[in-house]
């Protein structure tokens, strides 16, 4: 026991004499020393610059001091350079010195030809819109109560300004419609539009309000010809049309005709029977299945021929009987 106490002793000892033997000699050695860039302008950036992160220099100094910094990155000092005589855009080249070393030891020199390379340009700070991004479609028993939409819907985007060159939003992920059933809040990255650009926040949650869908007949819904000013009297038959929709259950429950118009583009035609086919006007919230029937007889005028729909296609030609000569 009393010889592994005096190893241990023998050992303390060994080290506390090279310590006193490092921090008395001087020698030579290179080390990195941190590049810190002040009096920047705070309207200024210098994203895209080429800045290294330390310099390598060669310092001359207790033997201790630089063996700490080397192992154990003890701070010796650091590289300033000072840009507050800049003031506006700009691009240059700066070359580093000895005199941009800050340390209580002998600078020698620094170790490489350290040339930094400068992008002044300016700092910008823009509030811009998320633009949710959707693929695909919803699962076919499934619709939305409301527009899908991120919380929140902007975001603050700080950066230089040449990297806001066209640039109107800030994306998210691609969200895939067909992966979600029912409402729910989804966490989604931002993608950042330019590596120079900083996003807060980075996050956004999409919402999604869904609910299940049903298919439901409209009867009797009145069909309303368009004309153009100075057309005669215009019939239309049938004058009612079934229309078939599907939409959300909860409010296909309230809808009522009101909401909903068959018309039948009529135009300037001349005096004649005309079978056209019908359209169907219906909140942005409503799929149109089909319309019964699908197409009209229109009667413009007072035709004294034998009422038989000549324009089946719906293209405007005159009927027979009412050609020249």
């Not at 600078?107 to 991004?133: I, M, N, Q, S």
């Amino acid at each position: 026991m009393n010889r592994v106490g005096l190893k241990i002793s023998c050992f303390l000892a060994s080290i506390l004499i090279w310590v006193q033997v490092a921090a008395t000699s001087v020698v030579e050695q290179e080390a990195n020393l941190p590049l810190e860039i002040t009096g920047l302008s705070t309207h200024l950036s210098l994203a895209g610059s080429e800045i290294p992160r330390r310099v390598p220099v060669r310092l001359r100094g207790s033997k201790l001091s630089l063996f700490t910094h080397k192992y154990f990155s003890r701070y010796l000092g650091e590289v300033q350079l000072n840009l507050g005589d800049v003031t506006e855009v700009s691009e240059f080249s700066y070359q580093l010195t000895e005199d941009h070393v800050v340390t209580e030891l002998e600078v020698v020199r620094l170790a490489a030809d350290t040339r930094v390379r400068l992008r002044v340009d300016e700092l910008w700070t823009r509030t811009l819109p998320v633009d949710l991004r959707l693929s695909g479609a919803w699962p076919e028993d499934v619709g939305t109560l409301r527009a899908p939409h991120t919380e929140p819907d902007s975001v603050v985007v700080t950066g230089p300004s040449r990297a806001f060159a066209g640039l109107v939003a800030v994306r998210t992920e691609t969200l895939e419609r067909a992966r979600h059933g029912k409402s729910d809040a989804i966490e989604l990255d931002l993608v950042t539009p330019q590596e120079h650009l900083q996003l807060a926040p980075d996050r956004v949650e999409a919402v999604l309000e869904l609910a299940a869908l049903e298919d439901r007949t409209l009867a009797n819904v009145p069909v309303i010809p368009l004309v153009d000013a100075g057309v005669p009297e215009v019939g239309v038959s049938p004058p009612v049309a079934d229309v078939m929709v599907r939409g959300v259950a909860d409010s296909l429950r309230t809808l009522t005709t009101d909401h909903v118009s068959v018309t039948v583009a009529v135009g300037d035609r001349a005096t004649g029977v005309y079978e056209l086919p019908g359209q169907a006007d219906l909140p942005a919230w409503l799929t149109l299945l089909g319309l019964a029937p699908d197409r009209f007889r229109v009667i413009v005028g007072h035709p004294t021929f034998d009422a038989t729909p000549a324009d089946t296609a719906g293209t405007g030609a005159q009927p027979p009987g009412n050609t020249d000569g």
